[in-house]
């Protein structure tokens, strides 16, 4: 078969054609904003597919059902929310500096505003549905831990530093960059650092981190 052929485009009217791309966004930006803004018990269909200016059945014929539109929601909210270029290293520079990188990007991320909305709509729904608390866990938080676990592994046993358990690892660092200010955010018992305390912070963790993994015990 001719390779100009194999590279055609399928016709606009064809059978089989592919579903408006350009609808399918607008049905998850409206979903993302309504499922965070009214929880999911509040949200319906038919609200979302005013918001997005389409027609119910063109968000089923996108989505089969409800859950299958939150999960896609979350799964692309996370999926913006989540920068892996965070966690990639600069060609020749030390650890402690691409730690510093990773902890200031990751407390950008999950103090803000849609970040902490996402958390507080996954804490609600924690306890009704577990499947949708494992997607969410899935697109997001996993893929933070996995991509600071795949860092930790190309730098273990340099540098004086050893980590036994490289996710282990990860998941402490991860939660120290949260601490405290985070869950006050979470529960509105708080207020975003300054730029000062902000850095204050990410430079303690860092340095705790770091003196943690020494390779001789932090002696």
């Not at 409206?30 to 499922?35: E, P, R, T």
């Not at 949708?132 to 046993?157: C, K, W, Y």
């Not at 869950?183 to 340095?207: C, K, M, T, W, Y």
């Given at each position: 078969?001719?390779?100009?052929?194999?590279?055609?485009a399928?016709?606009?009217?064809?059978?089989g054609?592919?579903?408006?791309?350009a609808?399918?966004?607008?049905?998850?930006?409206?979903?993302?904003?309504?499922?965070?803004?009214?929880?999911?018990?509040?949200?319906?269909?038919?609200?979302?597919?005013?918001?997005?200016?389409?027609?119910?059945?063109?968000?089923?014929?996108?989505?089969?059902d409800?859950?299958?539109?939150?999960?896609?929601?979350?799964?692309?909210?996370?999926?913006?929310?989540?920068?892996?270029?965070?966690?990639?290293?600069?060609?020749n520079?030390?650890?402690?500096?691409?730690?510093?990188?990773i902890?200031?990007?990751?407390?950008?991320?999950?103090?803000?505003?849609?970040?902490?909305?996402?958390?507080?709509?996954?804490?609600?729904?924690?306890?009704?549905?577990?499947?949708?608390?494992?997607?969410?866990?899935?697109?997001?938080?996993?893929?933070?831990?996995?991509?600071?676990?795949?860092?930790?592994t190309?730098?273990?046993?340099?540098?004086?530093?050893?980590?036994?358990?490289?996710?282990?690892?990860?998941?402490?660092?991860?939660?120290?960059i949260?601490?405290?200010?985070?869950?006050?955010?979470?529960?509105?018992?708080?207020?975003?650092?300054?730029?000062?305390?902000?850095?204050?912070?990410?430079?303690?963790?860092?340095?705790?981190?770091?003196?943690?993994?020494?390779?001789?015990?932090?002696?």
């Amino acid at each position: 078969m001719p390779e100009d052929h194999l590279n055609e485009a399928p016709s606009p009217t064809g059978p089989g054609r592919p579903k408006d791309l350009a609808k399918r966004q607008a049905i998850l930006d409206a979903a993302k904003n309504l499922f965070v803004r009214n929880g999911y018990a509040s949200t319906s269909m038919d609200a979302v597919a005013a918001e997005a200016g389409v027609s119910k059945l063109t968000v089923y014929s996108h989505f089969n059902d409800k859950e299958t539109l939150f999960s896609s929601a979350v799964v692309a909210r996370c999926e913006e929310q989540v920068p892996e270029l965070f966690v990639d290293r600069v060609p020749n520079a030390s650890v402690e500096k691409v730690l510093l990188g990773i902890a200031r990007g990751f407390q950008t991320l999950i103090n803000s505003p849609e970040s902490l909305d996402l958390h507080r709509l996954m804490i609600a729904l924690g306890t009704q549905d577990t499947h949708l608390s494992q997607v969410f866990f899935e697109a997001g938080p996993q893929r933070i831990l996995h991509e600071m676990e795949r860092f930790l592994t190309a730098v273990n046993d340099t540098e004086g530093l050893h980590f036994d358990s490289p996710v282990s690892a990860a998941g402490h660092f991860l939660s120290l960059i949260k601490g405290v200010c985070n869950f006050r955010l979470l529960i509105g018992n708080g207020e975003l650092p300054d730029a000062e305390s902000g850095e204050r912070h990410v430079q303690e963790v860092v340095g705790l981190f770091l003196k943690a993994y020494k390779a001789d015990g932090g002696q």
